[in-house]
């Protein structure tokens, strides 16, 4: 079983700043690709931030310069640090992991459940 767990997510007013974290935990023997989405009520789920293991990042446009993504490869968990946020930032982010549960293993994507961030005055 792997499991990945989001935190950090509330209620925070427009220009605030959040720092979500995901950690993945169960059997797992190594994590490639890391990345984090969002989906608004009554939207498509989009692709917020990805990083590969050696550190490389990506970011959709909307956050550039305010969202800021990173990872311990140790503790196998990664982070969102979001700030300026505005209310259109307010949507269920989610993380997922691209990994091998063991050394033989094809590399699959799971998913965390999601947490809510909502930016409103």
């Known amino acids: 079983q792997v499991h990945l767990v989001e935190s950090g997510g509330g209620l925070v007013q427009p220009g605030g700043s959040l720092r979500l974290s995901c950690a993945a935990s169960?059997?797992?023997?190594?994590?490639?690709?890391m990345g984090w989405y969002r989906q608004a009520p009554g939207k498509e789920r989009q692709l917020v931030a990805t990083?590969?293991?050696?550190?490389?990042?990506n970011y959709a446009d909307s956050v550039k310069g305010r969202f800021t993504i990173s990872r311990d490869n140790a503790k196998n968990t990664v982070y969102l640090q979001m700030n300026s946020l505005k209310p259109e930032d307010t949507a269920v982010y989610s993380c997922n992991a691209d990994l091998r549960r063991f050394y033989y293993d094809h590399v699959s994507t799971y998913w965390g459940q999601g947490t809510q961030v909502t930016v409103s005055s």
């Open positions: 990083i590969t293991v050696g550190g490389r990042t």
């Open positions: 169960g059997s797992i023997y190594s994590i490639n690709g």
